[in-house]
């Protein structure tokens, strides 16, 4: 069994920051992929970044150049720090573990932005 664990969510005010930890608990076998996904009312869970093992660090278009992803230095810990938020980024986001075939996701952490 695989547990995802997300913090750092909160209310903050357009152009403020925050930081989303999210830490992996369980067995798997090896960690193909690690990464945030965020999904606002009504609309599609969207890929807003990913650590891919041994390969690149992909972002979402909405997010380049604003937001971070990185490792911890606890293994299978990793920190979104998102900058220069914006009403838009408000949404619910999860973090999401990669096992070869199966992947995870963590119950998510809600960020809102106000204008």
């Known amino acids: 069994q695989v547990q995802l664990m997300e913090s750092g969510g909160g209310k903050v005010q357009a152009g403020e920051s925050l930081r989303l930890s999210c830490a992996a608990y369980g067995r798997w076998s090896s960690t193909a992929a690690m990464g945030w996904y965020r999904q606002a009312p009504g609309q599609q869970r969207e890929l807003v970044a990913v650590?891919?093992?041994?390969?690149?660090?992909n972002y979402g278009d909405s997010v380049k150049g604003r937001f971070t992803i990185s490792r911890g230095d606890v293994e299978n810990t990793i920190y979104l720090q998102m900058n220069s938020l914006k009403p838009e980024d408000t949404a619910v986001y999860y973090c999401?573990?990669?096992?070869?075939?199966?992947?995870?996701w963590g119950p998510g952490t809600q960020v809102t932005v106000s204008s």
């Open positions: 650590i891919i093992t041994n390969g690149p660090t």
């Open positions: 999401n573990l990669v096992e070869d075939t199966r992947e995870y």
